[in-house]
C-alpha cells in the first residue's frame, strides 16, 4: 500500500501501545489504591525487585514504561516519514528542505522571542495564536545546521546532472531568512553554500569518471531584474543592451537564447566566472537585509558527456536558484527605486505562485507565460527535471506571519509531481546534429561525405 501521512504507524504497532497503557493504568491504580503489588502476569509487569515504598516504587516504574513507550512511537513515527518522502521521491515530487536561520542581534536586542520549533528531522512547528501548526517536508534543518550538513542532504542531485538529467536546486524565503546564505554562504566564503560546494563537487566527479567518458563543462548567469533577464557575465552597461529569450527544445528543455556561455575546465574557473556575476548583481540595504538581493539569480551548468566507449552522449543541465525574498514595503523602508524593485519581485513571485497552485491543484492549464521568472523555472516545475526547493524562515515571533506563509507556500510546492528523463543520444543522433550545424553554416561537408 501507498504510504500516506494521514495513515496510523501501523495497526500492531498502535495496538499494542493502546493496550499497554490500559494495563499500565489498571497497575498503578490498582497498586496505590491496595498499597500492595497487584496480580499481575510476569510477562505483563517483570520489573525487577519492588522497594518497601509502594506507592513511589510503582509509579516510578510506571513512569518509565510510559517513557519507553512514547520513545517507540516516536521512533517509529520518524521512520514512517522517512519511508512517506522516499516514496513521494519514487513518484517523482518535488523535495523540499526547510532551514531555520538563528535569532539575530536586531530580533534579540528588539526583545523579540523565537516562535518556531524543529521537532525532528522531518518536521517544523509554528506558535500561533490558535496554537502550535506543524509543518512536514523531506528534511528540516535546524538553527545548529552547519553548510556541510545541508549540502551533504543535497550532493546526490549533482551525480544525477552528471549523469544526463536535468537538476533544479532552488531558494525561497522572506528577506533576510537566509536564502543567500544557504545557497551562497557568507561574504568571505568562510562558510561557503550550496553554488560554490557543487561547483568543486562537479569536478570531483569528473575527475572520478576520466577513464570512460570526456566531459564539457559550461554555465551561463542571469538576473531578473525589474523584469528583464540580464546577462551577468557581461558588462553593466552591453547587458542591458542585449536581448535574452526563454526558449524551449523538443524535450522542454529551458535555455536562455542570447546569454553569454563560458566554458569551464576546473572548479576554479567556474568560480571565478560565478564572482564575475556576482560583481555585476543588484544589491541593496534595507531594514530588513544590509545587502538583499534586489534580483532573482539564476546559474545555469552544462553538463556534456560522451561515452568513451559507444559514443554515446548525454546533456545534463543544473540549475541554481537564489530566489529575492519576498517582502513588504512597510517592513523593509523601500522607497523609489527600491519600491519598484520589490514591487517586480513580489510580481514575480505572486506569478510563481500562481503556477505551484495550478499545478499542485492539478489544473489542465499552467499559467507558465504570465512572468519571466516562471518562464525560466518552466522546466522544474512540473517539468523535465529532478528538483529540490529550499525554504528559509525566521524563528522571531515578528515574522511568523511570513514565516507561515512562506511554509503554506512550501507545503503546495511539495505536491507537485516532475517527469525526469535522461537526456541521452546515440553516435550517430549526434553526428548528424554536427553535419546538420555544418550545413546551416556553410561549412565544405567533404570529409563528412
Sequence with gaps: EELSEEQ????????????????????????????TRPSVSDSTWDRGPWSDDPDESGLQQVREENKRIIENYNSERIMRKKYYNMVEDMKGKIRVFCRIRPMNRVETSNGSKSVVDCLDEYSVTVETPRGLKEFQFDKVFGRGSSQEEVFRDTSRLIQS???????????????????????????DLKNPGIIPRTFRKIFDLIQEN????????????????????????????????????????????????????????????????FEQGCANRHIAATKMNLESSRSHLIIGIIIESTNLTNGSMSYGKLSLV??????????????????????????????LGDVIFALSSEQVYVPYRNNKLTQVMQDSLGGNAKTLMFVNISPSDCNSEETLTSLAYATRVKAITNNAQKNQESKEIAHLKEIITKLKSGQSMEEDA
Excluded: W
Excluded at 161 to 186: L, R
Design 210 to 273: 576520466t577513464s570512460k567518458f570526456d566531459f564539457k563543462v559550461s554555465a551561463y548567469m542571469l538576473e531578473l531584474y525589474n523584469d528583464r533577464l540580464l546577462d551577468l557575465f557581461v558588462s553593466p552597461a552591453e547587458a542591458f543592451n542585449r536581448k535574452i529569450e526563454i526558449k524551449k527544445d523538443k524535450k522542454g528543455l529551458v535555455f536562455a537564447q542570447g546569454a553569454e556561455t563560458m566554458g569551464a575546465g576546473t572548479a576554479e574557473e567556474l568560480f571565478a566566472l
Design 322 to 351: 537564489d530566489l529575492a525574498g519576498s517582502e513588504r514595503a512597510a517592513k523593509t523602508g523601500a522607497k523609489d527605486d527600491q519600491l519598484k524593485e520589490a514591487n517586480s519581485i513580489n510580481k514575480s513571485l505572486s506569478a
Design 8 to 35: 496510523p504507524i501501523s495497526p500492531q504497532a498502535e495496538a499494542h501501545v493502546t493496550l499497554r497503557r490500559v494495563e499500565i493504568s489498571q497497575i498503578a491504580l490498582e497498586y496505590i489504591r491496595r498499597g
Design 161 to 187: 546532472a552528471i549523469d544526463g538529467f536535468n537538476i533544479c536546486i532552488f531558494a525561497y524565503g522572506q528577506t533576510g531568512s537566509g536564502k543567500t546564505f544557504t545557497m551562497v554562504g557568507d561574504k
